[in-house]
């Protein structure tokens, strides 16, 4: 059974850090490429981050790239996305995503929620 499950929100002041984890079981994990995407409350699901599946590779928008870094551990089955200099409008739920470019199968996680606010 495939789950993905995502841990690590929570409430941080404007300017804090927190480091989001999605723990992956039930597929071939290194196989998958993975991606963090949130949705802000009343808005339209966006991409946060994206990573290949050894990963070596990223995309982010231009709007993250700068405090937000998605890295993964195969071995653990995990990926993770750093977020820093947080601001208000980052308030969202944040869901991470794993997709296979060869079956094109997806998988999302639940979500978790990050609430910037002082």
């Known amino acids: 059974q495939v789950h993905l499950v995502e841990s690590g929100g929570g409430s941080v002041q404007p300017g804090g850090s927190l480091r989001l984890s999605c723990a992956a079981s039930?597929?071939?994990?290194?196989?998958?490429?993975m991606s963090w995407y949130r949705q802000p409350p009343g808005k339209e699901r966006e991409l946060v981050a994206g990573?290949?599946?050894?990963?070596?590779?990223?995309n982010y928008p231009d709007s993250m790239k700068d405090r937000f870094t998605i890295s993964r551990d195969n071995a653990k089955n995990t990926v993770y996305l750093q977020m820093n200099s947080l601001k208000p409008e980052d308030t969202a739920v944040y869901y991470c995503?794993?997709?296979?470019?060869?079956?094109?199968?997806?998988?999302w996680g639940q979500g978790t929620q990050v609430t910037v606010s002082s």
């Open positions: 995503k794993a997709w296979n470019p060869l079956t094109t199968t997806v998988f």
């Open positions: 990573i290949s599946t050894g990963g070596g590779n990223t």
């Open positions: 039930g597929f071939t994990f290194s196989s998958y490429r």
